[in-house]
């Protein structure tokens, strides 16, 4: 019985042979669903790393958006408005707030 080998005559296979073939399938797949899974795991294990040296953090003249979070929706909506009026890129600066 040779498992590798490419059947000529598939009504000649015994139940045995089939099964066989079956589990070596099986394998290939769980192998193969092993080699995706460690290659996404070792590259999110270097994206955490990257992401841990590159934190980024709002300037001091900023600190509204690390207390306020009502600043950050209005200043999300204000640029939202201006791209949808004028078409153009928008970049926020700073935020400031205005007391009454």
Do not use: C, H
Request: glycine residues 2%; hydrophobic residues 55%; aromatic residues 8%.
């Amino acid at each position: 019985m040779n498992v590798l080998a490419v059947w000529s005559d598939w009504s000649s296979m015994t139940v045995v042979d089939a099964l066989l073939v079956a589990v070596i399938a099986i394998f290939i797949v769980f192998l193969v669903l092993a080699i995706i899974i460690f290659i996404t795991w070792s590259m999110q294990k270097g994206m955490e790393k990257f992401d841990a040296s590159t934190n980024i953090l709002p300037k001091e003249e900023n600190k509204i958006l690390s207390e306020d979070q009502n600043a950050v929706v209005a200043a999300l909506v204000a640029s939202m408005e201006f791209y949808r009026e004028t078409g153009k890129e928008v970049r926020i600066v700073s935020i400031k707030r205005i007391e009454d």
